[in-house]
């Protein structure tokens, strides 16, 4: 459209104005599109649109041709309205913001862990949030993300433009519509032919170039980097294709605003490969640990579903590296992994959220029932049927006398920071405390203790073996049981209520 537009070829609304004093539209690459308008009201509706403007307010800019169409010149959802009385004249200021700022309202946390997801299919789920929200992707043509992306403390609006990012490309409005509609990259095809001006700038934009090539985008060279600044009165919008001077440009931002009561438009014609924005990163996400739950665990490596996730994704399927105490490069060292459903944290030390790894969690507290103990309290437990071996380092007497290890109850693990334990949910544990060391399974115990020796406790048999030589020693060596059977090369001694010699010969002195 290049028809000449005033005052009376603009409608707006909700709005009525008697007469129209101010009117500004400012459209561009990888941001909403603004319009603020000013103009005198009849005193009967300043009370209404005062009062009946809020959230849901949609406002509409029309320019009509000479030829009686129509043409959408804004459509979005009101930010501000105010009132001003001079001398009795009412004049009301609105601001409006393109329905793209519906995404830019509430911000989000959530994770995408399926790497088969595609980056449209990844744009889809977000938008079915807003049931008439459209994204015309022509950027990332329907490549799989290929690894762990998460949404932390973003709007979703915020979240999409770093998506798109990822291809070195913007998001840009189409205010034409009354839903929230974009484009993902830049569109093709919306060439508008060739236009002239009489008046233009011609800059060239050195930062925004040096920006670029610092951060490696692909192709880029400084003579993208040149603008245009053309004043016309032919209606455009961001993304458009145009011919100016002998070159191919797209439209990079437009101004449209009243000069002389007539609408005039300055737009920013730039190269395509200059409006491509460097990759961005959440940098909140430096030093960010979230919660979660273990779904999976294969090797050194586990899945999870995160707390922050609404519900689990059925297509999880990427896996975390898991920080274990100790490993080395030739495999050694220490290798103890979580089991399904163990509390974990996801770390990230930098804004790369793909070099996220899992770490142990923050311990939470158990909710107990009453009257009732832990079933997995893994310490060792006997009574005096049990089978016991004792050894004491001075030499001291040790007989069936010695008292089987008591039931202890569920003690806190952690009320004592000098004693440490490692204990896994089948009731097996490894206690290490100043004075002594105690592994324990079941009603079985081996305690290593610094003042009563060593002390061996069984509720089943205890079997010693050696391929060649087994010696005891000690100062005084005393075994009690109900039969006792020493018996080596076809010879045996058996003592019970009686004692009984066997051997091809006996001697005795």
């Known amino acids: 459209m290049k028809d000449t537009i005033t005052y009376g070829h603009i409608e707006i609304m909700p709005y009525e104005f ?36 809020d959230e849901e307010t949609q406002v509409k800019a029309f320019v009509m041709d000479n030829s009686g169409n129509r043409h959408p010149l ?85 979240f999409l433009k770093r998506i798109a990012s990822h291809f070195y490309s913007p998001l840009i409005p189409a205010v034409g519509y009354g839903v929230p509609k974009f484009y993902v990259g830049l569109p093709t095809g919306l060439s508008k032919g060739e236009i002239t001006a009489a008046q233009y700038k011609v800059s060239k934009r050195i930062a925004d170039f040096q920006t670029a090539s610092d951060n490696h985008i692909p192709g880029v060279r400084d003579e993208d980097f040149i603008q245009y600044e053309v004043k016309t009165e032919t209606l455009l919008e961001p993304g458009y294709e145009v011919t100016f001077k002998g070159h191919h440009l797209l439209v990079a931002e437009v101004l449209t605003e009243m000069k002389d009561s007539i609408l005039a438009h300055t737009c920013k014609l730039s190269p395509r ?3 491509r924005p460097i990759k961005e990163y959440n940098r909140s996400i430096i030093g960010a640990s979230i919660q979660g739950k273990v ?13 922050m996730d609404d519900q689990q994704d059925p297509n999880t399927d990427y896996w975390f590296p898991y920080s274990t105490i100790y490993a080395s490069a030739d495999n050694t060292g220490w290798y103890c992994m979580p089991e399904e459903n163990d509390s974990i944290r996801i770390y990230f030390p930098s804004y790369k959220e793909e070099e996220g790894y899992a770490i142990s969690s923050v311990k939470r507290e158990p909710q107990h029932s009453s009257g009732k103990s832990s079933a997995t309290s893994g310490h060792g437990t006997a009574t005096s049927t049990h089978s016991i071996a004792s050894a004491s380092s001075d030499g001291s007497n040790s007989s069936s006398s010695l008292p089987a290890a008591a039931p202890e109850p569920d003690r806190d693990r952690m009320a004592d920071p000098a004693i440490k334990t490692l204990r896994t949910k089948y009731g097996k544990e490894i206690m290490l405390a100043p004075d002594k060391i105690v592994i324990s399974a079941s009603d079985m115990s081996i305690t290593i203790s610094d003042q009563s020796g060593i002390d061996i406790v069984s ?51």
């Open 18 to 53: 008697t007469h129209l004093q101010e009117l500004k539209i400012v459209k561009t690459v990888n941001d909403h599109a603004r319009m603020v308008c000013t103009g005198i009201i009849s005193d009967e509706r300043r009370e209404s649109y005062i009062r009946a403007s």
């Open 74 to 158: 804004f459509r979005g959802i009101v930010l501000d309205v105010e009132e001003n009385v001079v001398h009795g004249v009412h004049y009301l200021t609105f601001e409006a913001i393109s329905h793209t700022y519906e995404l830019d309202i509430k911000r989000h946390k959530r994770s995408f862990q399926n790497p088969k997801l595609t980056y449209n299919g990844l744009i889809e789920s977000i938008l079915s949030a807003y049931p008439k929200a459209e994204a015309l992707d022509v950027a990332t043509h329907n490549t799989p993300i290929g690894t762990f992306i998460m949404q932390y403390d973003e709007t979703d609006w915020q």
């Open 273 to 275: 490969s200059g409006l």
């Open 295 to 307: 779904l999976s665990v294969h090797r050194d490596k586990i899945r999870a579903k995160l707390d």
């Open 459 to 509: 509720g089943k048999n205890i079997n010693i073996s050696a391929t060649s030589q087994l010696s005891m020693s000690s100062g005084t060596l005393q075994l009690s049981a109900g039969k006792i059977e020493l018996s080596g090369n076809g010879n045996s001694i058996t003592l019970d209520k009686t004692t009984t010699f066997s051997g091809t010969e006996i001697k005795m002195n």
